[in-house]
Nanobody, 125 residues
Framework: QVQLVESGGGLVQIGGSLRLSCAAS????????MAWFRQAPGKEHEFVAG????????IYADSVKGRFTISRDNAKNTVYLQMNSLKPEDTAVYYC??????????????????WGQGTQVTVSS
C-alpha cells in the first residue's frame, strides 16, 4: 500500500512563504516522477511542479516559476515544495502525487496514480 502524506500548509499573508512536505512510504519510487498539484474552490486540479525522484529533473507551471521550488530528500523519502512570494491566487488545496510509470515528470494529472490527502494553503490579503 502506497501512502503519501502532506504537511506544512496553513494561513500566510501575501508575500509570505511556506514549505510543504510530502512523505512517501510503502514503495520505493527510485525511478519515477512525483509532482504537486493544487485545486482551488470550483476549479480543476492544476499542475504546480514535478520532479524525477532520483534524477532531480524539475518542471514548473508558468504561474509559479521563479517563486516555487520543488526538491527531494531521498534519504527521507520526502519531496518538498518551497513556496515564496505567495499571492492570493495561490490559495488552494495542494496535493502530492506520484507516478508508477513516468520516468520524468509531466503536467497531466491523469499520469499520476498515487495521491495524498491534500493540505490547505490560504494566502490572505
Amino acid at each position: 500500500q502506497v501512502q503519501l502524506v502532506e504537511s506544512g500548509g496553513g494561513l500566510v499573508q501575501i508575500g509570505g512563504s511556506l514549505r510543504l512536505s510530502c512523505a512517501a512510504s510503502g514503495r520505493t519510487f527510485s525511478s519515477y516522477a512525483m509532482a504537486w498539484f493544487r485545486q482551488a474552490p470550483g476549479k480543476e486540479h492544476e499542475f504546480v511542479a514535478g520532479i524525477r525522484w532520483s534524477g532531480g529533473n524539475t518542471i514548473y507551471a508558468d504561474s509559479v516559476k521563479g517563486r516555487f521550488t520543488i526538491s527531494r530528500d531521498n534519504a527521507k523519502n520526502t519531496v518538498y515544495l518551497q513556496m515564496n512570494s505567495l499571492k492570493p491566487e495561490d490559495t488552494a488545496v495542494y496535493y502530492c502525487t506520484a507516478s508508477s510509470t513516468l520516468p520524468l515528470p509531466r503536467p497531466s494529472r491523469f499520469e499520476y496514480d498515487y495521491w495524498g490527502q491534500g493540505t490547505q494553503v490560504t494566502v490572505s490579503s
